[in-house]
């Protein structure tokens, strides 16, 4: 994670407004490092529960759906064999695929780039912090001059002119209006790192580990029990396709 850092100026007697942006700032920064921690721990569990689950459940579910192909083809094979038959004139359309269109550079585009990179260049930093956020904001716009993507280097431009980095000088109102930046940068970070943790707690193998854990809580093995009742379908399919191709 980038801090960007903000240059401190002496603060008057009677600026209260910059000693409580600079409170304001110390908070919401304290909340971005928790949240990111967070963040990343949630996305270790899920990581770790879905290497066990693929060990334990995953290799049973890929060898009963073996079976029932192996079913399937053997139930199927005498209408395979006469589409094959039939040649390859009753394919199906949809495998025919367009040629992707080409992608043409405008002048515009170009123009474009070349605006966010004066404004973004990382050789116009004057600190590492800064020189970092720049390099990341450069690959960025590399990769959307790539493809011609105007929206994306305006929208990289924009945000950069809204940035702290973007506001040049050391005195009071410019540490103001850094600072105010610099928060609203970090609530746009803090709803971000919201939206993807629900984003992962939302997904099927977060739902599926929450039910694994409340089981669990309730004196329950709820991948133990996946795993027994795999196993008895993996002996019924493996008798039934025995019996069929005896």
């Known amino acids: ?7 401190l100026v002496p603060l008057g ?37 879905r290497i066990h689950y693929r060990q334990e459940v995953g290799r049973l579910h890929e060898e009963l759906d073996e079976l029932e192909a192996a079913i399937a083809q053997a139930e199927l094979g005498e209408i395979d064999r006469r589409l094959e038959a039939e040649g390859p004139g009753h394919a199906s359309a949809t495998a025919e695929r367009p040629e992707s269109a080409p992608r043409f550079t405008s002048d515009a585009v ?14 116009l930093a004057h600190d590492g912090d800064v020189r970092d956020r720049r390099h990341l904001l450069m690959i960025e716009a590399n990769r959307a001059y790539a493809l011609g993507d105007a929206e994306g280097l305006r929208s990289i431009l924009q945000a950069w002119e809204r940035s702290p980095e973007a506001v040049k000088g050391l005195d009071v ?13 970090i609530e746009e970070e803090l709803a971000a790192y919201d939206a ?15 039910m694994v ?5 309730r004196g329950k093995d709820l ?8 196993k008895r379908d993996i002996m019924a399919a493996r008798n039934r396709l025995d019996a069929m191709q005896s």
């Open 1 to 7: 994670m980038i801090v960007s850092v903000i240059p």
């Open 13 to 49: 007697s009677g600026d209260q407004e910059i000693a409580d942006l600079r409170s304001r700032l110390g908070e919401l920064e304290a909340a971005l490092a928790q949240r990111s921690a967070d963040l990343a721990r949630r996305q270790a569990e899920l990581d770790t529960f």
């Open 110 to 123: 170009r123009k474009l780039f070349r605006d966010v990179a004066k404004a973004i260049h990382p050789d």
């Open 173 to 185: 109102a410019a540490t103001r209006l850094r600072m105010t930046r610099r928060i609203a940068q």
């Open 196 to 210: 993807e943790l629900s984003e992962l707690l939302d997904s099927p193998l977060g739902k599926l580990k929450a």
């Open 213 to 217: 854990d409340e089981a669990a809580s």
């Open 223 to 230: 991948v133990g029990d996946m795993v027994r009742r795999l």
